[in-house]
């Protein structure tokens, strides 16, 4: 019987996600307005599609980061285009890629500082993956469904064929 792990639990579900990503801004770049959807805002208060994507990049790579035991690489918030987004999401599957299994499966329970907001707690690194890094990706996903109608029909359409992809991936 195998064990799931904590690189189970995570490398492949951001690799998942960043593929999915990636083919949700494929599908993008096709549309009649697709100039101006890296500048898009699913509702008012949100933060534009380029600034999602840099905050999913940054997440996953302090997540490798902190499950192999190196400082992060921190990514500048300057992208503006579609190929500057597939850049950043080509860099990040990279490093997950790269994150060895061994390394992040016996750095599961090793704990440390993790800052929220002003303060800061011990987490391991199953925690952090449990409690922050996951939802956060999964909270991404739900944030353009439960929008997708707010901005125009095209979000539908890439919500769908997202989920049909997230289901092919199970």
């Given amino acids: 019987m195998s064990s799931f792990s904590l690189y189970d ?30 500048t898009a ?10 600034y999602q994507v840099h905050i999913a990049a940054q997440l996953a790579e302090k997540m490798v980061a902190r499950f192999t035991g190196r400082e992060p690489t921190i990514f500048e918030d300057n992208l503006s285009s579609f190929a500057e987004m597939y850049e950043r999401i080509e860099i990040v599957q990279k490093t997950l890629d790269a994150a060895d299994k061994e390394i992040v499966n016996q750095r599961a329970d090793h704990v440390q ?40 029909t095209f979000w539908t359409v890439i919500v769908s064929e997202y989920r049909s992809e997230e289901r092919d991936l199970l």
């Fill in 9 to 38: 639990a995570t490398i492949p579900t951001a690799q998942n996600a960043f593929k999915s990503l990636a083919n949700i801004l494929r599908e993008g770049e096709k549309h009649a307005n697709a100039a101006s959807f890296p």
């Fill in 41 to 50: 805002r699913l509702v008012e208060d949100m933060n534009p599609l380029t």
């Fill in 113 to 152: 500082a993790t800052p929220l907001g002003p303060m800061s707690i011990d987490l391991s690194n199953t925690a952090y993956a449990t409690a922050f890094t996951l939802p956060n990706l999964r909270k991404s996903r739900k944030l353009i469904e439960r929008n997708a109608n707010t901005m125009n």
